[in-house]
């Protein structure tokens, strides 16, 4: 049978026919922690830490699935899983007004549950048992079924708890439970009857002939399709003589929809007895196949077996359609964050290569340096250190450093180039996450970036003072002229490259091509690229961070299926 492959594996307890007169114990029996349920605890806590933060078509989707995955677990397999002998739960449920709470009185033959012409009827659900089975509804032990849901005895019901009712008859075995309408007008009588149906060992599905087509009820049916649920269906108020007529349809449609096992009870339109129940012969067939599951060993073992395996299965597949959103959500998040390495890559690489290639020695620059060369501070500078060579102590102190203006310009020049190459990868990397809705959902609320000048400016600055202590300066003191020249000649190897033919000058290759400043000035290009790496690192990070609730789901998908497969092999 269909339940016996999907049941291999589940643990089960020894039955014989003495069970269903065997004196219920005082205490719950204690059950060992099989692997299948320490497998499913993990399962249910990867679940319970799924995020899709990035707006993909089927994030908002996959965190209501995650969360309706919990709560089968909570209020189903770990409870069922844990006390296996527990009364098989059949939950009477439907859309409104087809006669659920009706049908449940007149199974127990008792007014138990309210039913009347006011919608919605059931507005907290009614859970009808035997007195011996009460307390395992009762407790409050963990695992516990539907622990969600606060027990009552009494009369007053408050939306949101399981009132708990005694009859004598119903047999021991069995629980009936009315469920509030799952097309309730009330939203939250909609989510309490898909938790309760959810929890079900059998639901007990009720609709009538003028209704059976209706697109809500289908939904839920081929929702306990796809979980595996035990399912029969009440075709209830059928008028007088067309029983065979829609009740074949409603097989077929059933057929149509791989329900083809269904057990299907037909009721006719019937006046109701004094206490507004179906005449007893009416019920008499299915009542008897309810009370026989419950009092037959095999037949109970058999149901509560096939809606297990059938809530596993569903369970393995629902979960790994879950890791795969994962993996869509880290690709999307490594589409995104690779824009960002790209585009700052790619402005690294523009400084880079606008000092290799001496790019800053053109325009205001460029003229800034034939004035420093033609009025003879460049000689005097190469002179200058060529005496620092021989005898630094002796260097000029006071006078003012070499080449102010082109200084100046070198600065100004470097500042708009770092500036531009940033401000170039934000707006590039904006646009192309502008372009992304997971990336576009990110920069809601944000500002966009402007011109990082002052940033650079403070960059430019730091620097030169570095390039001073590498010329062999003191910050803190007066530098001595020939440490400015050094550091000078390094800000002219750092910046002009190659030295454009434009602007080549006899002798200025030779002197920047000195060993000793040639090591200089590499120190002096690395700690530069350095600054503009860190600074661009930074820039970049206001568009990672945005991917930081995506991180945090690293490996959440490699625990969730490592978990699964834990749960496959118990």
């Known amino acids: 049978m269909a339940g016996d492959s999907r049941t291999e594996g589940l643990p089960r307890r020894p039955r014989t026919d003495r069970d269903a007169a065997r004196p219920e114990p005082d205490e719950p029996p204690e059950v060992p ?19 899709f933060p990035l707006v993909l078509p089927d994030a908002e989707q996959s965190a209501a699935t995650a ?17 296996l002998d527990a009364p098989l739960l059949v939950v009477v449920g439907g859309s409104t007004g087809v006669g659920k709470s009706t049908l449940v009185n007149s199974l127990v033959r008792a007014p138990v549950t309210q039913s009347g012409v006011l919608r919605p009827t059931t507005r907290a659900p009614v859970l009808v048992t035997s007195p011996a089975d009460s307390k395992w509804f009762l407790e409050q032990t963990e695992p516990h079924l539907l622990p969600g849901l606060p027990r009552t005895t009494g009369l007053a019901t408050t939306l949101g708890m399981l009132r708990v009712i005694s009859a004598t008859g119903l ?12 097309d309730s007008v009330d939203a939250a009588n909609r989510e309490i009857a898909a938790q309760v149906l959810g929890a079900a060992d059998l639901w007990l599905f009720v609709t009538t002939a003028s209704r059976y087509a209706d697109a809500v009820p289908w939904d839920a049916l081929r929702t306990a399709r796809d979980r595996g ?3 029969a269906v009440v075709l209830n108020r059928v008028p007088e003589g067309a029983e065979e007529e829609i009740g074949s349809h409603l097989r077929e449609m059933l057929d149509a929809e791989g329900l083809p096992a269904v057990e299907l009870f037909v ?17 008499i067939p299915m009542r008897d196949w309810l009370f026989g599951l ?22 393995r597949w629902t979960a790994e359609e879950l890791a795969t959103a994962l993996d869509r959500q880290s690709a999307a998040a490594a589409t995104l964050r690779t824009a960002v390495t790209t585009e700052y890559g790619t402005a690294l690489s523009t400084v880079d290569t606008a000092l290799a290639g001496g790019t800053l020695l053109r325009g205001e620059i460029l003229v800034r340096w034939r004035e420093f060369v033609a009025g003879g501070e460049f000689h005097e500078a190469v002179a200058a250190r060529a005496g620092r060579r021989k005898r630094i102590g002796a260097a000029v102190t006071g006078k003012a450093p070499p080449g102010g203006k082109l200084q100046g310009a070198l600065a100004g020049g470097l500042v708009t180039l770092i500036a531009e190459a940033a ?4 707006d590039r990397t904006w646009a192309s996450w502008a372009a992304d809705p997971a990336g576009a959902a990110l920069l809601t609320g944000v500002q966009r970036p402007g011109r990082r000048t002052e940033r650079s400016r403070a960059l430019v600055r730091d620097w030169r003072e570095r390039v001073l202590e590498l010329a062999g300066g003191d910050t803190g003191r007066r530098i001595p002229y020939a440490v400015h020249v050094t550091g000078l000649l390094i800000m002219l190897g750092v910046l002009g490259g190659e030295l454009p033919e434009e602007a080549a000058e006899p002798g200025a290759a030779q002197v920047l091509n000195d060993s000793a400043l040639r090591t200089l000035i590499e120190h002096g290009r690395e700690d530069l690229l350095a600054r503009v790496r860190d600074l661009l690192a930074a820039d970049a990070a206001r568009f990672t961070g945005r991917l ?3 991180d945090a789901t690293t490996g959440r998908a490699a625990r969730l299926r490592a978990a699964l497969s834990a749960g496959a092999t118990a």
């Open 548 to 550: 930081a609730a995506v």
């Open 33 to 51: 922690e099989f692997g299948l349920v320490g497998a499913l605890r993990r399962v249910r806590e990867e679940l319970s830490g799924l995020r």
């Open 423 to 426: 401000a170039g990868a934000a």
């Open 67 to 83: 969360r309706t995955l919990v709560a089968q677990l909570d209020d189903y397999l770990l409870p069922r899983l844990a006390r």
């Open 267 to 283: 009721l006719p339109e019937v006046a109701l007895d004094g206490q507004g129940m179906v005449p007893e012969d009416r019920v």
């Open 294 to 315: 419950a009092e037959q060993p095999a037949g109970r073992v058999r149901v509560v077996g096939d809606t297990l395996g059938g809530a596993l299965a569903s369970l």
């Open 229 to 231: 649920t035990r399912l």
């Open 171 to 182: 047999p021991r075995g069995l629980g009936l439970l009315d469920a509030p309408d799952i």
